[in-house]
């Protein structure tokens, strides 16, 4: 079939697939680093220890993620959304640590208490 | 004559406008080309990597969280000497990555703290189970103090 004589012509064609492509194109672009700080973040808030015992450095980590994911989405500036994920990963481990610390502490309380 | 005249005017004058234009467009761009590739000195977060690396140091993170002491003693190098190169963009990053690399180092060491006093306390009790009538050391009691800050 000759383009001309179909419903959209040559140009019409061309010029829609290029705008397609560019749109979904912007959509799936990905930054691995802001992923994987993603990845960590959402593992740490299903642990009960860290939630339990470290919710303010989560919150923290969750902050900096999410200035990072609103950079990404509106700049894609990727030296400086690799760096806030870096920051965020970073208080994600922050917030174990801390969780852990607490629990070590915890443990301390009881075994003082023991009879 | 006078015709001819007025036009070379014009034509001169034209181009001296032109220049002074571009000169003035051009001293723009360049001024503010600069504030965006240098910015303002990151001193707020100089200080702040300072401070955390000074507090891990004083938790013993040096000895306890070596890696990630290491890595914030050595950012805090690199800021300092971006800074005086006047890369601020550079400096402001390493100065943060700095000051959540010493709070990590930090959290680890006196997360080992109470992990090792947890561990002396935990033996210890084993072994007052162990004796029947034995006293509780104070020693023991003692152990473990300081690990419950928030």
Avoid at chain 1, 56 to 65: C, W
Avoid at chain 2, 8 to 14: E, I, R
Avoid at chain 2, 82 to 92: I, V
Avoid at chain 2, 103 to 109: G, P, R, V
Wanted: net charge positive; aromatic share 6%.
């Amino acid at each position: 079939m000759r383009a001309h004589e179909g419903f959209l012509n040559q140009w019409e064609v061309t010029a829609l697939s290029l705008l397609a492509f560019i749109s979904v194109g912007c959509g799936v672009v990905r930054h691995p680093d802001l992923e994987w700080a993603r990845e960590v973040y959402e593992r740490a808030r299903q642990d009960p220890q860290v939630v339990r015992h470290a919710g303010v450095a989560l919150d923290k980590a969750g902050h900096s993620l999410s200035q990072a994911e609103e950079l990404w989405t509106k700049e894609k500036d990727v030296t400086e959304v690799g760096h806030l994920a870096y920051i965020a990963e970073k208080r994600v481990e922050i917030a174990r640590v801390t969780a852990q610390r607490r629990t070590a502490a915890e443990e301390i309380q009881k075994l003082k208490s023991l009879p | 004559m006078s015709r001819i005249f007025a036009n070379k005017w014009h034509q001169k004058a034209l181009r001296r406008a032109w220049l002074i234009g571009s000169l003035f467009g051009l001293t723009a761009v360049g001024s503010s080309g600069c504030s965006i590739m240098m910015g303002k000195p990151p001193t707020d977060a100089l200080f702040r990597a300072e401070q955390s690396v000074r507090a891990a140091t004083e938790a013993k993170a040096g000895q306890l969280a070596p890696v990630d002491f290491r890595n914030a003693t050595e950012k805090l190098e690199r800021s300092k000497r971006a800074m005086a190169a006047k890369r601020y963009e550079e400096a402001r990053r390493f100065a943060e990555s700095a000051q959540v690399d010493a709070e990590l180092a930090e959290a680890k060491a006196e997360a080992e703290i109470a992990r090792q006093a947890a561990q002396e306390l935990r033996r210890a009790s084993t072994a007052f189970r162990l004796k029947p009538g034995a006293a509780w050391d104070s020693d023991i009691q003692g152990s473990g103090q300081g690990v419950n800050k928030e």
